[in-house]
């Protein structure tokens, strides 16, 4: 187990989700914009890769990637505690025996007063909470996009408002907070490159939505501590 831990689940946790929505990206990318059609020996292969995986097959992807991962870092948190003389106290501990939570002890929380208590809670609120958190953000970011395309529907193609919504949820709550200043941004770079190399004067979100969660995904750690919103972390 300590073999498996350390060439295959540390690694994991540490790049597979990189790696996977990376590959999400692409996917949505070459979905809306047929990139890998420019090259001869991925053409069929890219058609039929945006004819079999809507929009809606992606979020349903990431939901379980999101659900699978969160899995493999409580089991994870498991070992580790489980390993050490110290921490194992955490794994007999029930969190309403904790200072913290005595005041809501009862039947509501009957679930955490048990020797693993502690951990259920903790598990909760480490990996589990930010499923939950992220899909209510993508849900509400979803709606004021189906809410924008009904009066200016020049900013959008078919789909677009699903790719707004697989994105949201795939960066992800605290990533979600920089997300959205990142797409304004991502409009001006856009349009401003539109205009300039194809002389177009307007842009749809579509590639603003790709730039911003390709730049979310590789600087968003950065872009919340550097503006100071390690706080809204859950």
């Known amino acids: 187990m300590n073999l498996v831990f350390r060439y295959a689940l540390i690694p994991f946790i540490n790049w597979g989700q990189y790696l996977f929505y990376l590959l999400i990206i692409l996917i949505a990318a070459n979905k809306r914009f047929g990139l890998f059609g420019y090259f001869s020996k991925l053409a069929a292969f890219s058609k039929n890769l945006a004819a079999r995986l809507s929009y809606k097959s992606l979020i349903w992807l990431v939901l379980i990637f999101k659900i699978f991962y969160a899995l493999v870092e409580t089991s994870s948190q498991y070992y580790v ?14 969190a309403v025996d904790l200072a ?3 005041r809501f002890s009862g039947d509501l929380f009957i679930f955490l007063n048990n020797r693993f208590g502690y951990f259920i809670f903790y598990s909760w609120g480490r990996f589990w909470l930010e499923i939950f958190v992220s899909l209510i953000a993508a849900a509400v970011f979803y709606l004021f996009l189906v809410f924008l395309k009904k009066y200016k529907e020049r900013f959008f193609e078919e789909g677009e408002t699903e790719l707004g919504f697989l994105l949201a949820f795939m960066v992800g709550w605290s990533n979600f907070i920089v997300f959205l200043p990142v797409v304004f941004i991502s409009v001006i770079l856009v349009s401003v490159f539109k205009q300039l190399v194809f002389k177009e004067s307007y842009t749809t979100l579509g590639a603003p939505f790709l ?11 950065y872009l919340i501590s550097l503006f100071g919103l390690m706080s809204l972390r859950v």
């Open 81 to 94: 505690w489980s390993s050490s003389s110290f921490t194992k106290f955490f794994l007999s501990k029930g």
């Open 100 to 102: 913290l939570l005595k």
């Open 211 to 221: 730039l911003a969660a390709l730049i979310v995904l590789i600087f968003g750690n």
